[in-house]
């Protein structure tokens, strides 16, 4: 047996049949909606999702399963020894069984557990409720419904092109900086892609989604634009088209702690601190420089030098998080674990003085929070590392600044 965060103990997966429903880039595994259009074939599968539809019977439980990417549901039905009674509607849940032909009129497959562990324990809220917290709304399933429905639609205009369809859809939304900072790299106003990914337990998952959207981001450029970065190139006499050309042939990028990287920085030649706490602009070049001008995964900084929502290690020294450091602007994306109990999170907001504020944040953690693990990337710095220029303010067509530009 072995614990799950909240303390409860929960049955050990089986790591060889063990297959994942969350999304992952370039590795999709089955959504739900696909699982119900295949034969039932006995085939052993894990679901993970949120609990709908509830159901308790002397001999078994019968429960309904969401994944959130579709309005489909899978009936699962958990035999009486493998019940776990904490579990409710709105629970975060993975269930590992196997897709049996289903005895009900309403489907025709279900999923009959053999191992079953919730996330954590829930509450359900009445609908008057949660319209009084509009951050738990979205876990319901009507409203959930609402959000998956087009925004931006598209016709067929004369049968010139395909109807415009997506299965993922992403977002950038604009981020603002509270400072008169006036660098390469930073601005006052810029673009962040957000990631928040469900049902990840794994930094190293988290770093490979990373590192192949970067490498897909700078193939597709390569191969459908390389004429105008040459040009680009020219202009800014930049030697980043030259990088871009070795980062391309990568297929991972090197990876290093926070502890080997001050090793690195205390063994080199340079005078840089004894007692790094974190890395300076300066510190950040001249490790992508050690490791040949390469992007550069730094993972594992001490804990009190990052947020409190981060998850620790287990000496609670290290937090589970990395920043990807690139050639010429330095820290391009950080992301890490995100601490799921709810417990030390709240100990963590006391210590900070934040709880009472913040109160909204951990009701997240009550109702169907899964282990979740996320990243913020900044758009403008990934264009630097395209040959276009080695500074971040060239690269907005409407430049939001607190004061004129200083010329470097």
Known sequence: MKFNKNNSKVPKINQDTKMKVSFQ????????????????????????????????????TFMHISDGLSAALLQVVIPEPLNNSHVTVGSAVAVEGELNPSVGPEQHLELVATQNFPFSVRQRQSPDTLRQHEHLRPKTRSFAALLRIRILTANDCEAAGDVFTAEKVYTFNPAFRAESSLTRQHLAEFY???????????????????????????????????????????????????????????????RITFVEATEILQNSNKNFSKNLKHLRKEDERFLVQHFGNLPLFVTEYPAETKPFYMKRNQDNTCALCFDLLVPHSGELCGGSLRECNLDILSHRMELLKIAEQSQWYSELRKFGYPDLGGFGLGFERLLQL??????????????????KLPTW
């Not at 892609?193 to 989604?209: G, N, P, Y």
């Open 192 to 254: 962040m892609l957000e990631v928040e990914q469900a049902f990840c337990t794994s930094l190293e998952d988290l770093m490979k989604l990373v590192e192949n959207l970067i490498l897909n981001c700078i193939k597709t450029v390569m191969h459908e634009s390389v004429e105008d970065l040459k040009i680009c190139q020219q202009y800014h006499q930049t030697v980043a088209f030259d990088d871009l050309c070795r980062i391309e042939k990568l297929s991972s990028f090197p």
């Open 386 to 403: 395209y040959p276009v220029s080695s500074m971040v303010q060239t690269l907005q067509h409407l430049l939001n600044v607190p004061v």
């Open 25 to 60: 880039l370039f590795n999709c595994a089955k959504t739900i909606a696909q699982l119900a259009k295949e034969k039932p074939t006995g085939q052993a599968v894990t679901v993970k999702g949120w609990v709908k539809h509830f159901r308790s019977y002397k001999n078994f």
